[in-house]
């Protein structure tokens, strides 16, 4: 497969970090005024009201199976859970793993059952963000664990080694993550053919060079390389519930089956601003699907608006489930999860394949409340 080179980056966030940066990604002085009939300006305070329900499926049990279905975990000022109902012919319950936060339903099924169902429905309001949690002092265990390294996030070697020289001149916490934004950009591109939200491999991606992938991918090295500088940043594991206000469909989804339209953001903490929205990953989805052609250049006039939105603010058509890696699931057999944010299933045959909904039969919709 021809890799592509670096994308060209139109806009940099000070002349600081436009001096850090490599020649192929000067700026040149059009880019700055570059004017654009397409808009990306989410604010605060657009809250709405959905259900979400699950549904899973499976055929008749021949041995004992378990099926997690993952909750909305996180309330913030931008996300509100209201609350969860389920409906099965399981032993069906709330857990959490205990460590970080996950809440699922989990259900176990004995051998033998028919026709094994389960039905979530979870009720989350959610705005849009614009701007950090307003310097807001965090926890320090928090942010500790907004640093650690992962499974699949390690934080030194090539890692570390990539993020020194991609944020080399780059003094504070806000231009360190400005450039890191900027180089996923440049390097890193959303690939369609990976398998639902790709892995998030940093090491391997770094040391193939191949940084294509989906949301998993390119936003956790994203996350990967602001630890290893320092910077607290983490991967928020949700789905997409509606159509994006702003036009583009990449940004949203219009189906009424949402098995498809789980996303993965990412937010760093910054001392000015607190935890601070961030969303590369969708930056290369729009230039790589939002039209028919591949555009590489963030200073298109379709680009340029998501490219300057997405450091700093994302849509509240979005929720999040969580932000944990290397789970744990409550009862289960297999090894940890990197993440979760799908329908998982196991039985005595080992794990479903939650990437494939068609086969392990699950179906996602929302419905957006009035008022």
């Not at 570059?34 to 989410?42: K, Y």
């Not at 591949?294 to 200073?299: F, L, N, S």
């Amino acid at each position: 497969m021809n890799l592509p080179r670096r994308i060209f980056i139109g806009r940099a966030a000070s002349a600081g970090l436009a001096a850090a940066l490599p020649a192929a990604l000067a700026l040149p002085a059009s880019a700055q005024t570059a004017s654009s009939a397409h808009r990306f300006a989410p604010q605060a305070g657009d809250w709405r009201t959905f259900d979400l329900t699950t549904r899973v499926d499976l055929p008749a049990t021949t041995s004992a199976t378990r099926v997690w279905v993952p909750l909305p975990s996180v309330q913030t000022d931008w996300q509100l859970p209201l609350g969860d109902h389920m409906t099965s012919n399981g032993n069906a319950r709330v857990v959490a793993d205990g460590a970080q936060g996950v809440r699922v339903v989990a259900v176990e099924f004995a051998a033998g059952v028919q026709q094994p169902f389960v039905e979530v429905v979870s009720r989350v309001r959610t705005q849009s963000r614009a701007g950090g949690t307003g310097g807001a002092r965090e926890d320090a265990s928090t942010l500790r664990e907004a640093l650690k390294p992962t499974q699949l996030l390690p934080t030194d070697g090539i890692v570390r080694d990539t993020a020194r020289k991609a944020t080399q001149g780059a003094n504070t916490d806000e231009a360190k993550a400005r450039a890191l934004y900027d180089w996923v950009v440049a390097n890193a591109w959303r690939e369609p053919e990976v398998k639902g939200c790709g892995e998030g491999d940093v090491k391997t991606m770094l040391e193939t060079g191949n940084l294509g992938g989906k949301c998993a991918d390119l936003n956790a090295l994203f996350v990967a390389l602001c630890r290893s500088v320092g910077v607290p940043a983490r991967d928020v594991y949700g789905i997409r519930l509606a159509p994006s206000n702003f036009g583009y469909k990449q940004l949203g989804s219009g189906s009424a089956n949402l098995s498809g339209a789980q996303h993965c953001r990412s937010e760093v903490y910054l001392q000015a601003s607190g935890w601070t929205a961030m969303d590369p990953a969708d930056v290369a989805k729009v230039m790589r699907q939002e039209t028919p052609q591949w555009i590489k250049r963030t200073d298109n006039p379709l680009i340029t608006p998501i490219y300057q939105g997405l450091f700093g603010t994302w849509e509240g058509n979005w929720m999040a489930y969580n932000t944990a890696h290397d789970v744990v699931l409550p009862g289960t057999r297999e090894g940890a999860l990197g993440f979760v944010m799908y329908p998982v299933a196991e039985n005595a045959e080992g794990r479903f394949d939650s990437y494939d909904p068609a086969n392990f039969k699950y179906k996602i919709s929302a419905q957006q409340l009035a008022g």
